[in-house]
Every structure is written in C-alpha cells, then in structure tokens.
C-alpha cells in the first residue's frame, strides 16, 4: 500500500490557540479522509475530501486539500479542552478488487486549559 | 461504533498462547478489518476481507490467522508466533469509502 507522512507527532498548544496538522503522499490520492481518536477511545470518521483545492468546514474545524491532490490538512480554531485526542488522516488504495485505508501515524493534541 | 462489538475488551496472555479476538457487526457491511495500534505507529492493516470466505493479509500479517465464516463475524487469533504481540486492536467495517472502528481490545502478554 501507499504512505502518508503526517507531522507534527505530538502538539502542546494552550487553550483558545490554533492548531494544525499536515498530511502528505508522494502519490496522487482519489480522496483523503480524516479521524479523530479521543483518549482510550477508537478512531471516529470526521470527513472525507475528493475534489483538487477542496475546503470543508465543520465548526471551528477546516480542511484542505491540496491542488495536486497530494497533501491536506485539518485546521482547528481556538482550541478547546474538548479538541483533546489524535488525529488521522487516511488514505485509500485499491487493487486487485480490494479496497484499504492506509492511515497516518497520527498528531496527538494536547490542550492546556 | 455502534453496531460493532469487540470482546474481550482486555485481555491477558501468556507467552506462548493463542488467543483469539472477537469481532462482530450488526451494519450488515461487506468488507471487515484488523488493524493494530502501537503508541507513535498509527493503525497499522494486519488482514482484511471483502466478502465471506475470502481474505487477504495486510501490512504486518505475520503471527495472526483469521477467518470469515459468516458475514458478521471476523475473529483474529494473534498466534504465539507473533513476537511483539502486546498492543491495542481495532476491528472495522466498511460502507463506502469510510471505515467505521469497533472499540478495540487491549491485549497484554505477560
């Protein structure tokens, strides 16, 4: 399967500053999708991308994707407590007739109240 | 995720057991998936199956069998000859493009 590099690991921020974190492939990916992960909890589906330049937002949650394709990123505003967790980004790859996810290592948030 | 249960939630193992999670969906999804959490790894793809009575190893395959006798039911055994076995598991599920995570369970080799 592909890779997808995800930077930063690990990001300390303090309450009310932004946050980002950055995925890329050194292929061209069909769609891009995103996870969240709460402490001690599984990994939840926050949003998929398809289109080249595509941007979404859900509440203080923006994502991009980038024009080639290559590259997204997941945006938060004004961190809260509750922003808490590991996010994923996830890429698919098909083949042969199957169909896989190959997921990002992950940025886990911290927030400092 | 609703509708997909892992059991047992944590589990213990001696070093040089077999055990065998449990994996086992209500969605009615076709394709089902293994993967395993290491801290600082990610998810990482260990077998995945896309139909009943067919499936095809992933990433880090070595050490696990599973098995896909009924659409709802996707067990893994993590085999004593899986070396670093201790980790967390996630069962998924997919309905398009987006997998759907069961819990997971922690398994521990003491």
């Known amino acids: 399967g592909q890779q997808v590099m995800q930077i930063p690991q690990y990001q300390h921020v303090q309450e009310g500053e932004d946050f980002t974190t950055y995925c890329n492939s050194s292929t061209t990916l069909s769609n891009i999708q995103w996870y969240k992960q709460r402490p001690g909890g599984h990994p939840v589906f926050l949003i998929q991308l398809v289109k080249s330049g595509e941007v979404k937002k859900q509440k203080r949650l923006t994502f991009q994707f980038g024009e080639a394709k290559k590259n997204s990123s997941l945006h938060i505003t004004a961190t809260q407590t509750t922003d808490v967790g590991t996010y994923f980004c996830a890429a698919p790859y098909s083949g042969a007739g199957s169909y896989q996810l190959t997921f990002g290592k992950g940025t886990k948030l911290s927030v400092i109240p | 995720d609703g509708g997909i249960t892992q059991s047992p939630k944590y589990l213990f193992r001696k070093e040089g057991q077999n055990v065998t999670l449990s994996c086992e969906q209500n969605?009615?999804?076709?394709?089902m998936y293994w993967y395993r959490q290491d801290p600082g790894q990610g998810l990482r793809l260990i077998y995945y199956?896309?139909?009943?009575?067919?499936?095809q190893k992933g990433d880090i395959a070595e050490g696990y069998s599973v098995s896909r006798e009924k659409k709802e039911s996707f067990p893994l055994t993590v085999t004593s000859a899986q070396k670093n076995p201790t980790a967390f598991y996630l069962c998924?599920?997919?309905?398009?493009?987006?997998?759907?995570f069961g819990e997971g369970s922690w398994l521990t080799v003491v």
């Open positions: 199956s896309q139909i009943v009575n067919d499936f």
């Open positions: 998924a599920t997919r309905r398009g493009n987006t997998i759907y």
């Open positions: 969605l009615n999804h076709d394709a």
